[in-house]
């Protein structure tokens, strides 16, 4: 019914790329901040990168700057992340979450309304 679904993981060679999208129904997405977390296994969740509600603002965690770009399509109610240079280390099941409070970023994954079932993503070496 209101639920987030990431799309576009697989499995992809060193230094390829790879766009997942994170599409929402039952709900305008246009008023949420979005972040893209990770988590590996036997890893703790991390945040790979925020965009704010009206996609003027944006942040990366430090290892993946300079190779991934988030974007957001508020008209298709959908965000992007477009991973370029993919290294192993990359490698995680990526989820989308949806903050509502003033459309703003955060770091914590408490402070988000609605989460995705996740995208396995699979770096190759």
């Known amino acids: 019914q209101l639920q987030l679904v990431e799309s576009g993981g697989g499995l992809v060679q060193p230094g390829g790329s790879l766009r997942l999208s994170c599409a929402a129904s039952?709900?305008?997405?246009?008023?949420?901040?979005v972040t893209w977390f990770r988590q590996a296994p036997g890893k703790e969740r991390e945040g790979v990168s925020c965009?704010?509600?009206?996609?003027?603002?944006?942040n990366y965690l430090d290892s993946v700057k300079g190779r991934f770009t988030v974007s957001r399509d508020n008209a298709k109610n959908t965000v992007y992340l477009q991973m370029n240079s993919l290294k192993p280390e990359d490698t995680a099941n990526y989820y989308c979450?949806?903050?509502?409070?003033?459309?703003?970023?955060?770091?914590?994954?408490?402070?988000?309304?609605?989460w995705g079932q996740g995208t396995q993503v699979t770096v190759s070496s």
């Open positions: 039952g709900f305008t997405l246009g008023y949420y901040a």
């Open positions: 979450a949806a903050r509502r409070a003033f459309g703003l970023c955060a770091q914590g994954g408490n402070d988000y309304d609605y």
């Open positions: 965009v704010n509600s009206r996609g003027g603002y944006t």
